[in-house]
């Protein structure tokens, strides 16, 4: 059973991209259905790898790793014991973390999220749903799970042909206190955004307490506190908390309890657009100022107006900062490239009227590997500016 591909088609995948597009495809030979194992060929009949097969999804086949050979259990074993190996390597403190980014850690089309032995996993893989009891039964039997659900996006799951349905395949779904190194969180899964935690921001979080001491700072969209929890550890003279959910300022203002941190600070249920503009009509700055929110570009469609909305929320940002002070921005959406947000934030200055410098530039945290041939794994973009 084989996907043979055009001619000129491999040299992406020679280079380490692990999708095969629909258009790519000469033929697939063999009786072959949605979730089969298949050799992918280049046109001279050279075997590229072994991947996934969806015959209904424009990926029609998600490569696996190289070492895989034809054992499908003893593939997840391996690669999921490799990776909670170089987590530990990283961070050998912690027991939360996220365990398996889909492609790049050659899992295609999965998540798991560690939380001390509860693990969320989002599915967004015809095959690997096909094949999640072999999943679970690892993380049951070799790292001594104790619960495992799921929590996914229906979006991704639709264009796979899965229904949105979620499933806890042991235990419950109930609550965990984690911490990503320094800070404890409380996570409450039912109620908790994509996983219970972005784990992605952690490395950055703990960046961002180099910028703090003794300054003010404004965490906006602080969600469960990340941001804005680090700088009180780091003795902030006062921090800012902002969100527009009633029940992440109630988690932040929970977790800054649960720290047992003492520091002066404010939160605030509001819009971050409205605050911030209310902030700069009453001439009320900031030393730091931290801005963290969600994708504004969820397709390529929208791309356009995502732009428009980074330079307008950084150039609001910008407006709130000191002197000298330090605006802290991220983006976490995919269809905005590194380049682009840095020319969104330049442009943001321009029309603030400010001068920046930028000193720090990084993508998501360890916990997520990134692959050098394949851009879609590498989505974060987090980055400070001195601001003048």
């Known amino acids: 059973m084989a996907v043979i591909l055009k001619k000129n088609e491999e040299r992406r995948i020679k280079n380490g991209h692990l999708w095969v597009f629909s258009n790519e495809i000469a033929k697939i030979q063999g009786a072959v259905e949605t979730g089969d194992i298949v050799k992918v060929v280049d046109a001279s009949g050279t075997v ?17 790793g190289k070492s895989f050979n034809g054992d499908l259990q003893a593939y997840f074993s391996s690669t999921i014991s490799n990776a909670l190996a170089e987590r530990k390597l990283f961070y050998p403190n912690r027991e939360s973390f996220r365990l398996i980014f889909s492609e790049s850690d050659f899992m295609p089309g999965l998540i798991i999220d560690k939380y001390n032995n509860t693990y969320v996993l989002q599915v967004y893989s015809f095959a690997m749903q096909k094949n999640i009891k072999l999943i679970v039964d690892i993380l049951r039997d070799e790292l001594k799970a104790e619960n495992i659900f799921t ?62 001491k003794g300054k003010r700072v404004l965490d906006a969209y602080c969600n469960s506190g990340g941001f804005g929890l680090h700088a009180a550890l780091a003795n902030a ?27 002066e600070n ?34 390529r ?67 997520h590997p990134r692959l050098p041939a394949m851009e879609e794994t590498s989505y974060l973009k987090f980055a400070v500016f001195k601001v003048f």
């Open 151 to 212: 929590s996914n996006e229906s979006y991704f799951r639709k264009l796979e042909g899965l229904d949105d349905k979620n499933e806890v395949y042991l235990g419950q779904i109930g609550e965990e206190i984690i911490d990503d190194g320094k800070i404890k969180y409380k996570i409450k899964f039912s109620e908790s955004q994509k996983t219970g935690f972005f784990f992605d921001q952690c490395d950055n979080r703990e960046f961002s307490e180099r910028l703090v």
């Open 266 to 299: 404010e939160f605030v249920n509001s819009d971050v657009f409205e605050f911030l503009e209310k902030c700069s009509n009453a001439n009320r700055k900031f030393d730091v100022v931290m801005v963290d929110p969600p994708a504004f570009a969820k397709s």
């Open 301 to 367: 469609k929208s791309f356009p107006s995502a732009l428009k909305g980074y330079t307008k929320l950084n150039k609001m940002a910008m407006s709130v900062v000191n002197e000298n002070g330090f605006l802290v921005t991220s983006s976490c959406s995919h269809h905005v490239k590194q380049a682009d947000f840095l020319e969104a934030v330049a442009s943001a200055s321009f029309k603030a009227g400010r001068q920046i410098q930028q000193v720090h530039f990084n993508g998501a945290s360890l916990d």
């Open 237 to 263: 003279g006062m921090v800012t908390f902002v969100d527009s959910s009633a029940s992440e300022i109630q988690n932040a203002k929970h977790n800054l309890s649960l720290n047992g941190i003492n520091v």
């Open 48 to 64: 590229l790898g072994n991947g996934f097969l969806n015959k209904n999804s424009l990926i029609n086949v998600r490569l696996l």
